[in-house]
């Protein structure tokens, strides 16, 4: 029932910043852990960020450790990825995802993700 819409996705050039939202709607939001996935052309959709229910703890890709913070505004129902100091090898449709349960050997598999949103462009150039 939960339903996911990205938005904030654009080009930017190396070394800028871009703010990604993503919001929810359907379901009791606190329920859900909420990651953010990528993915490139050619290539499997990775992990990038999750944060739990209530935002006491969030877990990062080593590629975007430093870089990248998440966030949620439960009252708002919504959640966000801060993108900085961005790489061309950041360029992706980036995708948030709801998880009932992670864990620290599953909060990065697809697997445990059960809603996801369609999706937003990002592209870096060079």
């Known amino acids: 029932q939960a339903q996911l819409v990205e938005s904030g996705g654009g080009l930017v050039q190396a070394g800028g910043s871009l703010s990604l939202s993503c919001a929810a709607s359907?379901?009791?939001?606190?329920?859900?852990?909420m990651g953010w996935f990528r993915q490139a052309p050619g290539k499997e959709r990775e992990f990038v960020a999750v944060?739990?229910?209530?935002?006491?703890?969030?877990y990062y890709a080593d590629s975007v450790k430093g870089r990248f913070t998440i966030s949620r505004d439960n009252a708002k129902n919504t959640v966000y990825l801060q993108m900085n100091s961005l790489k061309p090898e950041d360029t992706a449709v980036y995708y948030c995802?709801?998880?009932?349960?992670?864990?620290?050997?599953?909060?990065?598999?697809?697997?445990?993700?059960?809603?996801w949103g369609q999706g937003t462009q990002v592209t870096v150039s060079s």
């Open positions: 359907g379901r009791t939001f606190i329920t859900y852990n």
């Open positions: 944060i739990t229910r209530t935002g006491g703890s969030t």
């Open positions: 995802a709801t998880a009932p349960s992670i864990s620290g050997s599953t909060y990065y598999t697809r697997r445990v993700y059960t809603v």
